[in-house]
Every structure is written in C-alpha cells, then in structure tokens.
T-cell receptor, first 112, second 112 residues
Framework: DGGITQSPKYLFRKEGQNVTLSCEQN?????MYWYRQDPGQGLRLIYY???????QKGDIAEGYSVSREKKESFPLTVTSAQKNPTAFYLC???????????FGPGTRLTVL | QKEVEQNSGPLSVPEGAIASLNCTYS??????FFWYRQYSGKSPELIMS????GDKEDGRFTAQLNKASQYVSLLIRDSQPSDSATYLC????????????FGTGTRLQVTL
C-alpha cells in the first residue's frame, strides 16, 4: 500500500527543545518537500530535496534543518532557533522536481 | 501583489448546484496548475492537474485554464455536502529555482 507517512501526528515541545518530525514514503519518488501551514496563510516551503544527499532551502528555512540519507526518508528538525514553531507541518513527495506533489497526513506541533 | 490569489470565502452553494472556484496568478511563465482539497484538520489532497489552456474534466470536477488572463478555475458539478472543504490553488513555474506556490484557499460550504 503506497503512500507517505508522518509521525507523530501531534507533538508538544517545550521552549528551547529541538524536535524531529519523521516523513517516510514508499512511492519511489525522488523529490521530497517540507511545508508549514499557519491559519489563514498558504503553505510555505521550508526545505526540499530532489535526490538523496542533496537538499535546498525553501522560503522559510531559518530555524529548521533536514537530512536526506535515504530515498524514502526526509526528516525535519525544528530547532530552538525557530521562534514561532507552532504550526501544521506537511511533508510531500513527487516523482521528480516538477511533477505533482502528494502530501502526507501532517504533524501538528505545539510549543508549550 | 500575492503570487497566487484566491477569494477566502466562504463560498456557499446549495446541494446539487455548481460551485465555481477561482484563482489568479502573477508569474506569467507558470506551466503547471493544481487544485487540492483540504478538509478541516487534514492534509491537502490533489484532485486536479492542468497544464494547457482549456478545460479538463474528471468526474464532477472541471479545471479551466486561461494562461493569457493568468486565471485558473475549478468547477464542481452536482455539489455534495462532502465537498465542503477548503480548496487550494497551486502554481508551479519553470526554471531551476521554481517552486509550487499555494494560494490561501477558498472555503466551500455546500448546504442542504
């Protein structure tokens, strides 16, 4: 059953903590993406990766880091440098850079 | 000027009617256009892609693209209460730095 999984579904973080959000896909897609969604705003691109061991900053990369060691996995770390991390985080993948993107179920992060 | 603009709504239509959702974009060289449906608290789901001028139909959905006017629309025929959701328009440009840019979405309410 092909798809994109994200975990956890809900995550609570204390100020000053780093947290890592998981994203896994078994669609054999080369490209993967991380977006952030805030109420009343469109999705904003944090990071993307077109191929293993390569990734690029998106529009709002400050305070975030990623890795792409395996084709299937693209974890996102929200660091303590991200001043306003409470948001809905969405991982997406596409066959290649300019193809249709498909989304995982999302992780809702709340800073306590 | 926002890169991708949508009326936030809510757009209210009675059950069985046609819902018309509109989107304008600013990047004249954009090549690929997508409509996503997002239910409250859930992740976006791709429902239509369109790449060339004209209409594209898929079941009750029709996407319309007019590149000269920089306008893309989504028509939903025979609207059902289950169509009540936020519809996101997304536009992909060209070039190595291009990315998928999302509008803020139009909330559709289908009333009984």
């Amino acid at each position: 059953d092909g798809g994109i999984t994200q975990s956890p579904k809900y995550l609570f973080r204390k100020e000053g903590q780093n947290v890592t959000l998981s994203c896994e896909q078994n669609l054999n897609h080369d490209a993967m993406y991380w977006y952030r969604q805030d109420p009343g705003q469109g999705l904003r691109l944090i990071y993307y990766s077109q191929i293993v061991n390569d990734f690029q900053k998106g529009d709002i990369a400050e305070g975030y880091s990623v890795s792409r060691e395996k084709k299937e996995s693209f974890p996102l770390t929200v660091t303590s440098a991200q001043k306003n991390p409470t948001a809905f985080y969405l991982c997406a993948s596409s066959l290649a850079r300019y193809n249709e993107q498909f989304f995982g179920p999302g992780t809702r992060l709340t800073v306590l | 000027q926002k890169e991708v603009e949508q009326n936030s709504g809510p757009l209210s239509v009675p059950e069985g009617a046609i819902a018309s959702l509109n989107c304008t974009y600013s990047d004249r060289v954009s090549q690929s256009f997508f409509w996503y449906r997002q239910y409250s608290g859930k992740s976006p789901e791709l429902i239509m892609s369109i790449y060339s001028n004209g209409d594209k139909e898929d079941g009750r959905f029709t996407a319309q693209l007019n590149k000269a006017s920089q306008y893309v629309s989504l028509l939903i025929r025979d609207s059902q209460p289950s169509d009540s959701a936020t519809y996101l328009c997304a536009v992909l440009g060209t070039g190595t730095a291009s990315k998928l840019t999302f509008g803020t979405g139009t909330r559709l309410q289908v009333t009984l």
